[in-house]
């Protein structure tokens, strides 16, 4: 059982960067690929980066590809997401999810956080 909190989000302005933490509680973190995804309002769930459990691979959306950076700290139970160059379009509540593999389907990813709000005003 893995427990995830996400934090860092908050309204920014186009151009701006934001971090995002996730916080995961349970033994068997490392063991997990760990994955970012968005939802924005109306819209489906959208994959934007995934990690592997052992960090030598990541995997990025072709939106955010350039711009956002996926990493992990085993030691210390969390994976972040650095997020550059924000765009409007960037704007959704941005979720953490633990997967057995490293993909980029909502539905193989079997933990899920409640959810942080980011907002890109123009």
């Known amino acids: 059982q893995v427990q995830l909190v996400e934090s860092g989000g908050g309204l920014v302005q186009a151009g701006d960067s934001l971090r995002l933490s996730c916080a995961a509680s349970?033994?068997?973190?490392?063991?997990?690929?760990m994955g970012w995804f968005r939802q924005a309002p109306g819209k489906e769930r959208e994959f934007l980066a995934a990690?592997?459990?052992?960090?030598?691979?990541?995997a990025y959306a072709d939106s955010v590809k350039g711009r956002f950076t996926i990493s992990r700290d085993n030691a210390k139970n969390s994976v972040y997401l650095q997020m550059n160059s924000l765009k409007p379009e960037d704007t959704g509540v941005y979720y953490c999810?633990?997967?057995?593999?490293?993909?980029?389907?909502?539905?193989?990813?079997?933990?899920w956080g409640q959810g942080t709000q980011v907002t890109v005003s123009a």
């Open positions: 990690i592997s459990w052992s960090v030598s691979r990541t």
């Open positions: 349970g033994r068997t973190f490392s063991s997990y690929a």
């Open positions: 999810a633990a997967s057995n593999v490293l993909a980029p389907t909502p539905r193989l990813y079997n933990y």
